[in-house]
């Protein structure tokens, strides 16, 4: 796998993102905006060769990388998505959970946007949103806002630690 064991393991944490999302072998999982497929390999392990994996992009040119390095993302069925930036276009119920890492501050109206991840993921699933930086600046979204937004829709918990990049 191009992706796994990298030095970004070291402090992006990706086996901590993947544990909150609590998935099973043979689960559906999106990863809203999955670039080059980081967490997709992850979250491919997670659910193995009977799951599949949702991977989510605006841009044309991620989908396109991603679907010419399927057979490195790992066991699960690798799905390819090329979405607009204001929705994920899940299917109604129909995953297990949703992954945005380092991206929810790039999504307009993200109440609404989450109203869609809400709709899109089976009752009592998971979504797990894992913030650019730890100490929000005015451009990014704090934790408080996050909360806030999206607990109109979902429980909400956070990490006892920061599993985005400090530095």
């Avoid at 993102?17 to 905006?33: F, S």
């Avoid at 010419?68 to 066991?75: A, C, K, V, W």
């Avoid at 607009?84 to 995953?95: A, G, Q, R, Y």
Wanted: glycine share 6%.
């Amino acid at each position: 796998m191009i992706h796994l064991g990298t030095s970004r393991d070291e402090w992006q944490h990706p086996e901590e993102i993947v544990a909150a999302l609590k998935l099973e072998a043979g689960q559906t999982v999106a990863d809203i905006e999955a670039g080059t497929g980081y967490m997709v390999a992850h979250l491919s392990e997670a659910v193995g060769g009977n799951g599949t994996v949702i991977a989510i992009d605006a841009e044309a040119a991620m989908i396109e990388y991603l679907a010419n390095h399927l057979p490195e993302l790992g066991p699960a069925h690798i799905v390819t998505q090329k979405v607009d930036f204001h929705d994920p276009e899940l299917k109604p119920e129909s995953v297990h959970g949703v992954l945005t890492l380092d991206t929810w501050h790039h999504m307009s109206e993200r109440e609404a946007y989450a109203r869609k991840v809400y709709d899109g993921l089976r009752k009592g699933e998971r979504f797990a949103i894992t913030p650019a930086i730890k100490t929000p600046i005015p451009f990014f979204c704090s934790i408080r806002w996050i909360e806030r937004i999206i607990k109109s829709y979902f429980s909400v918990s956070v990490a006892d630690r920061n599993l985005a990049r400090e530095t």
